[in-house]
Nanobody
Framework: QVQPVESGGGLVQTGGSLRLSCAAS????????MGWFRQAPGKEREYVAG????????DYAESVKGRFTISRDNAQNMIYLQMNSLEPEDTAVYYC???????????????????WGQGTQVAVRS
């Protein structure tokens, strides 16, 4: 497995919740920060959240702060994005991304990430 694999997307009502998962091989997850990005139709890809290698350093875009929580389980090679109080504006394809190895801290620029998943669709109905 040479790229992350996202799952957990779906259709939800406004105010609902979803939990996205990102499975990555130990080689991809090891010793690197991870991030979630999203891209809505007709819009550019945007940063959602990032988490450092140890899981202590976490960062969020202003638009999701207080509603989304990023976490990681290095033993299980998993990254998660818990999304609460979802709004129609959160509708997008969500991507999991990995920074280059030994880049331990979060970054908000997409160019800072080396591996990208195929994405999982999230749709929020008003």
């Amino acid at each position: 497995q040479v790229q992350p694999v996202e799952s957990g997307g779906g259709l939800v009502q406004t105010g609902g919740s979803l939990r996205l998962s990102c499975a990555a091989s130990g080689d991809i997850l090891s010793s690197r920060a991870m991030g979630w990005f999203r891209q809505a139709p007709g819009k550019e890809r945007e940063y959602v959240a990032g988490i450092g290698w140890r899981g202590v350093n976490r960062d969020y875009a202003e638009s999701v702060k207080g509603r989304f929580t990023i976490s990681r389980d290095n033993a299980q090679n998993m990254i998660y994005l818990q999304m609460n109080s979802l709004e129609p504006e959160d509708t997008a394809v969500y991507y999991c991304a990995a920074r280059p190895r030994y880049f331990l801290y979060v970054a908000s620029g997409g160019h800072s990430y080396q591996y990208w998943g195929q994405g999982t669709q999230v749709a929020v109905r008003s």
